[in-house]
């Protein structure tokens, strides 16, 4: 795999704020419009050909000759504003995505890969419009059906792990949610899949994902407990819930040799890192502290 940082096709410039058309309204004649229109009947006189050879007393300052205070004030405001240079919301500009990487960097995640598909991806595309200005900040946030998106951090930390520095050719991510962690996921993997057990939610990602046409990225509505049998195996699964043990259904779809991350507790979780190291072996490893919405089996 190339690892290569690819871009979106869409740059950050063309989903951020943009300068608003101003509103044409009708013609109200005025002594002001009526000086306007003489001062440009006169321009267009003297664009004219022959214009140019004006007589003695014209270039001597005979009647005629110099436009009066209010005529020249007219053609000047008959000049074309310069067009103002559109504006970007400076809570969710390049910049401090930046930063946010950097505090991640920062925190202990090392993958660059990583590191540059959090810079890539815009990470306040994928919630309110209300919360957009909180986007970059290491927290999570709420996306509605009280889920959330995870922390940044969070989102480097479990697929550093997941990734182990090697190749992932096929990834499953149960819980979608808004789309943000899966939009990451395809920087980093040929082939991602996420299941959402939620609609509006499942609904909501593919919003929120469609203007960035991912090309590698497969969204699948149902009961992400059941993982996905028909695309299976994964090199790498990803859980953005947390149950009380993972399911044996997503243990048995990883490859041999494949990382499964999921926060495993109730009240007090952990992030469970597990191998499969052969047919009916896997081995597991106690990461760091968390906190996630909890699993729940079938749709809603």
């Known amino acids: ?26 013609p109200v004649a005025t002594p002001q419009t009526a000086t306007q229109n003489a001062a440009l009947s006169a321009a267009q006189q003297a664009a004219r050909p022959g214009a140019a050879q004006a007589g003695p007393a014209a270039r001597a300052g ?10 020249g004030y007219a053609m000047e405001r008959a ?31 090392k993958d ?6 959090l810079e890539t991806v815009p990470r306040h595309l994928f919630m309110e419009e209300a919360l957009a200005s909180q986007a970059y900040i ?6 509605g059906h009280h889920q959330t ?25 149960i819980g979608t949610g808004c789309g943000y962690q899966a939009a990451v996921l395809s920087r980093v993997a040929q082939e991602v899949y996420s299941i959402e057990r939620i609609k509006p939610l499942h609904e909501l990602a593919k919003s929120n994902l469609r203007p960035l046409r991912v090309a590698n990225l497969r969204l699948h509505y149902g009961d992400g407990m059941l993982g996905l ?8 699964i990803i859980l953005a819930a947390a149950g009380l ?13 494949g990382r499964l991350v999921a926060p495993v507790g109730a009240r007090a979780q952990h992030l469970e890192l597990i191998t499969r190291t052969g047919k009916a072996e896997w081995v597991s490893e106690t990461l760091e502290d968390c906190h996630f919405v909890p699993l729940r089996p079938g749709t809603a």
């Not at 660059?112 to 598909?117: E, I, K, M, P, R």
Request: glycine share 6%; no cysteine.
């Open 1 to 26: 795999m190339n690892d290569k940082p690819r871009s979106f096709p869409l740059p950050l410039s063309s989903v951020v704020d943009k300068a608003k058309k101003t509103a044409l309204f009708a």
């Open 62 to 71: 005979g009647a005629g000759a110099s436009p009066s205070k209010s005529h």
């Open 79 to 109: 000049q074309p504003a310069a067009a103002a240079a559109p504006r970007q919301n400076p809570l969710v500009s390049e910049a401090v995505r930046r930063a946010m990487v950097a505090r991640v960097a920062k925190q202990g995640v």
């Open 112 to 117: 660059q890969q990583v590191l540059a598909a």
């Open 138 to 143: 290491d927290a999570s946030l709420p996306i």
């Open 149 to 173: 998106i995870s922390q940044p951090y969070i989102v480097a930390r479990m697929i550093e792990v997941m990734r182990n520095g090697g190749t992932l050719r096929r990834v499953l991510e």
């Open 229 to 236: 049998p028909q695309a299976a195996p994964f090199d790498g």
């Open 245 to 257: 043990e993972v399911p044996r259904a997503l243990l048995e779809q990883l490859t041999i040799g």
